[in-house]
Every structure is written in structure tokens, then in C-alpha cells.
Nanobody, 120 residues
Framework: QGQLDESGGGLVQAGSSLRLSCAAS????????MAWYRQAPGKEREIVAS?????????YATYSVKHRFTIIRDNAKNTLYLQMNSLEPAGTAMYYC????????????WGQGTQVTVSS
């Protein structure tokens, strides 16, 4: 099982930007469709964005996320990114990366996540 190390979160004001990083080890992300997930307090973990192994297919969970977030993968660095612009308080959550579960399973152990807190 591979390991993941998310970073880049923080406490920011609404309208700010953050770039999250997810460094993988033990497995190559190039073998998998990957995704960013988030879990807000008291809520289930939900998928935010996904990207195919080649980067050719990208999907976002909502219209709002689609126009503010960008998922990026660098297979050479074995790293996944999430560029988040125009952050909103509703985006406050712990953010995680992993393989896209819709391909059958999670191929990496869950990392510790990175906390994003957006103040109004």
C-alpha cells in the first residue's frame, strides 16, 4: 500500500488562494486515477476533484468548484496538487488525496490530511 503526505492548508480569509500538495510514496500515482477529497466537521468525506492517470480527463464535483479549483498531477514528482482560488467559508474542511475510489478501491493508505479553514 502506498503512503500519502498532504500539505499546504492553512487559515485564510474568504477570497484567498491556497495550493495543496500531496506527495506519494510506495506506489506511483502514474498508475492510478487520482482525486482530492474533503471532510467537513460532522459530514461524510466527499470527492472534490479527480484526474485520470494521464491527466486527460478531469472532473470536479460541483459547478462552483469547477470554476475555482484546479487539480494537477506531476507524475514525474509523484505528486498531486489542488489549486484553490476564491476560497469560501463553505470550503472549510480537512483535505485528503487518494486514488479515485470509483475505480474500485483506494490504493494508498490515507494520509493525515491538510486543514483548510476559510474565515468570512
Amino acid at each position: 500500500q502506498g503512503q500519502l503526505d498532504e500539505s499546504g492548508g492553512g487559515l485564510v480569509q474568504a477570497g484567498s488562494s491556497l495550493r495543496l500538495s500531496c506527495a506519494a510514496s510506495g506506489r506511483n500515482i502514474s498508475d492510478y486515477n487520482m482525486a482530492w477529497y474533503r471532510q467537513a466537521p460532522g459530514k461524510e468525506r466527499e470527492i472534490v476533484a479527480s484526474i485520470s492517470w494521464s491527466g486527460a480527463n478531469i472532473n470536479y464535483a460541483t459547478y462552483s468548484v469547477k470554476h475555482r479549483f484546479t487539480i494537477i498531477r506531476d507524475n514525474a514528482k509523484n505528486t498531486l496538487y489542488l489549486q484553490m482560488n476564491s476560497l469560501e467559508p463553505a470550503g472549510t474542511a480537512m483535505y485528503y488525496c487518494n486514488s479515485d475510489y470509483r475505480n474500485g478501491t483506494y490504493y494508498f493508505d490515507w494520509g493525515q490530511g491538510t486543514q483548510v479553514t476559510v474565515s468570512s
